[in-house]
């Protein structure tokens, strides 16, 4: 009943390697499939997002070997040779594979601390997986226990309570003065990188209506069919400033575009409804005098930068408090797997005590040829009824530890003394 | 709330020659208003209680944004709200008359309307984050009516169903105005955090500034409406017990001032330039000025008014 995990993520191997080592859901389902046919794990799940890729499962045998074989397998169903792989990969077996994906769920392993798409994702994968029976027991408590890990974490710290990215960042704001966005109206200037960013959190938080202005009408017609909106004639400002409710420029310019005349007519015109300016552009594209306006709220990139940077140092501060939920839940699921492993170790151990009973009595029976066979049997009742009692008391010491570390040292200490080669229960 | 002893109500004259400063009192001076029984100080003590911890999950909400505090924080003040009317229910049975008769009574019953249109306005706009701002005003006002000295309790014929009414109402209209104040100045507190790139912790949690605008007129039309229902009452009543309508006491003035100035800032809200910043801020004067009507035109100038 040990868990083992291979896998490899942002940390460990570069962009070139994860794009390699990453599964499809398709390619997911079958490497699942065809690792419980070979024998290589009895339960599996596959968890592969853009940053990590990485295999969870019970092995039959010891972990190690099941490592191995997994690591093998990886390189052979991505064709990359194993010596190009096994430097990303990391390895972790039973408790510190319950840690890793606790903290992965949680957000604490994520390229962008406390995000919460990786949730969704490992929710999806465990989804996937439970459906096509790539789970049992084990996996199905350990990732039921890793999405509850996550949700506490996200209601109870601030790990992912603050915008993170110089977008989100910019879109929070929109948040803060308009309320939902989804009645309200952008204007794009420009085509930068992050003015991209914007505007997709934008379209993903449903805006009404979004307008276009570049140099290039082309250019225009391009990113009004990329984002949806609606081509506004460069330098229109009058017709262009009065609809918005937020403006998202990123143009390449050595001048302002936006001067503060032409925006003070403009808030006559919408009467002073309020406008909010995002300058992305470097160097600037906004006249920064203009942020003294009645009702414009005008934020450059540095100003969003400074809130990600205080967003930041706030979600570390929480790492610690994110860090005792994982460890709590941790030593849940292994208090867990303790007493299911004592269960299945007295079994093993009841079995086994029979057979050794049965054998002993066959060997001396044969000198006590004189018993009846209604003795005999009598015999062999109390036999068990010394070997049960026998058993009885250390099954519940075993139960009833309360110290994990204790209950499981109790459980490795019986192994070894009863059980040959460490057999599995 | 009291109005002045009638003791010849059909003249006006007569209304005029009797005073508050002599009035009947039924508690011994020095003392609290009237001797708290058991159950007077059970109620007491459980709304305080219910406000307080209501106030700290609004607190624990604003500054950690779990939604859990926020709905503890809103199920406590409705506790706290039920508490307070039985706390105001139980004084008025010991004081054998309505819980508006003096100014503490009067403050008390502002506190607990002010808890209960916040409340309102909480469902309406789902918005929890302003709890830990008015919470606390309920509670000043709930512990300042009743820890506060003792005052004095005057035989009026203020009675009858368009007095209460006239009372209550214009009591109501005063905490929507109050609650349009403290979002007032929350709105231009957050807009010069905006403004100013000082974002903390606590702006992410607070209500987006056109939510802010959108529920301070919410609250000043609940105020507009209850004041002009209470005051076309308080005429009803007047002329019903005495035959004619006073035109100068200077409270009716306060108050159609207040009425003028709450319409402009509707109007100026919505409309024209003074949308945001300047509005807030006309709402927040206006408050100044329904507090000066609340105590000094009562206090000082009003023949008719003395408590709300």
């Given amino acids: ?425 | 709330m009291e109005c002045r002893p009638f003791e010849n109500s059909k003249s006006y004259r007569a209304l005029q020659a009797t005073t508050v400063t002599q009035p009947t009192c039924r508690v011994p001076p020095g003392g609290l208003y009237f001797p708290l029984t058991n159950v007077d100080r059970l109620y007491l003590i459980l709304t305080v209680v219910a406000y307080g911890l209501s106030l700290s999950s609004y607190l624990r909400y604003l500054v950690t944004g779990k939604d859990l505090a926020g709905r503890v924080g809103t199920i406590l003040l409705a506790v706290g709200l039920c508490a307070h009317y039985f706390a105001l229910l139980e004084r008025s049975r010991g004081l054998h008359t309505v819980p508006y008769h003096d100014l503490y009574g009067s403050l008390s019953l502002f506190g607990w309307l002010l808890a209960l249109t916040y409340l309102g306005l909480e469902v309406f706009h789902r918005q929890r984050s302003v709890g830990a701002f008015v919470v606390p005003v309920v509670i000043a006002f709930f512990l300042f009516s009743h820890l506060a000295p003792a005052g004095r309790i005057v035989e009026t014929p203020a009675k009858g169903i368009a007095f209460a009414f006239h009372v209550t109402l214009s009591i109501l209209a005063y905490a929507a105005f109050a609650l349009s104040f403290v979002l007032s100045l929350i709105f231009l507190a957050e807009q010069r955090l905006l403004r100013t790139r000082h974002m903390g912790a606590v702006i992410w949690r607070l209500p987006p500034l056109e939510l802010l605008e959108r529920m301070s007129q919410s609250s000043v039309i609940v105020g507009l409406v209850t004041i002009v229902i209470g005051t076309a009452l308080g005429f009803l009543w007047v002329d019903r017990l005495q035959g004619t309508v006073l035109y100068y006491d200077p409270k009716y003035l306060a108050t159609i001032l207040v009425l003028v100035l709450y319409a402009a800032y509707l109007f100026l809200a919505r409309s024209a330039a003074w949308r945001g910043a300047r509005a807030s801020k006309l709402c927040v004067f206006n408050f100044l000025l329904v507090i000066f009507s609340f105590t000094a035109v009562n206090l000082f100038f009003s023949h008719s008014h003395r408590y709300f």
């Fill in chain 1, 1 to 425: 009943m040990e868990i083992v995990l291979v896998g490899l993520n942002h940390r460990t191997a570069p962009v070139e390697v994860r794009e390699r080592v990453s599964f499809t859901v398709e390619q997911a389902q079958q490497a699942a499939t065809e690792l419980r046919e070979r024998g290589i794990l009895e339960e599996t799940l596959v968890l592969s997002t853009c940053n990590r890729s990485e295999v969870y499962g019970v092995p039959p045998e010891d972990v190690r070997q099941s490592a191995g074989a997994l690591a093998t397998y990886l390189s052979s169903f991505h064709s990359v040779a194993p010596e190009a792989l096994s430097p990303s990969l990391y390895h972790h077996y039973d408790r510190e594979a319950v840690r890793h994906l606790f903290r992965v769920s949680s957000g604490l392993d994520s390229m962008l601390l406390g995000e919460a798409e990786i949730l969704g994702q490992v929710r999806e994968a465990y989804r996937m997986a439970h459906s096509n029976g790539g789970t049992g027991p084990v996996l199905n408590r350990l990732f039921q226990g890793a999405l509850e890990v996550g949700k506490r974490v996200r209601s109870e710290t601030e790990l992912g309570a603050r915008p993170m990215s110089v977008a989100s960042a910019g879109v929070k704001l929109a948040e803060r003065i308009f309320g939902k966005l989804n009645q309200r109206t952008a204007l794009v200037l420009g085509a930068g990188t992050i003015g991209e960013q914007v505007v997709s959190q934008l379209r993903d938080r449903d805006v009404a209506h979004l307008y276009v202005m570049n140099r290039s009408r082309e250019k225009a017609d391009q990113l009004a069919r990329e984002f949806g909106g609606k081509v506004i004639p460069w330098g229109e400002w009058d017709h262009a400033l009065n609809l918005p409710d937020l403006v998202v420029s990123s143009v390449s310019s050595d001048d302002p575009v936006l001067l503060r005349d032409t925006v003070k007519q403009a808030m006559a015109a919408r009467k002073n409804r309020a406008l909010l300016l995002m300058d992305l552009g470097v160097p600037r594209n906004i006249d920064p005098s203009l942020a003294d306006l009645y009702n414009v709220y005008l934020y450059n990139l540095d100003d969003l930068t400074e809130i990600v940077r205080q967003n930041r140092a706030a979600r570390e501060q929480e790492i610690p408090h994110a860090e005792d939920i994982v460890d709590e839940h941790v030593t849940k699921f292994l208090s867990w797997q303790a007493s299911v492993e004592i269960v299945g170790l007295l079994d093993v151990l009841r079995t086994r005590v029979r057979q050794e009973r049965a054998e002993f009595l066959r060997e001396r029976m044969e000198m006590l040829a004189h018993f009846k066979p209604q003795e005999r049997e009598k015999i062999e009742l109390l036999m068990d009824e010394l070997l049960e009692k026998l058993l009885m008391r250390p099954a519940e010491k075993l139960r009833g530890e309360k110290s994990l570390h204790k209950k499981i040292q109790n459980v490795d200490a019986l192994r070894d003394l009863f059980l040959k080669d460490r057999e599995k229960p």
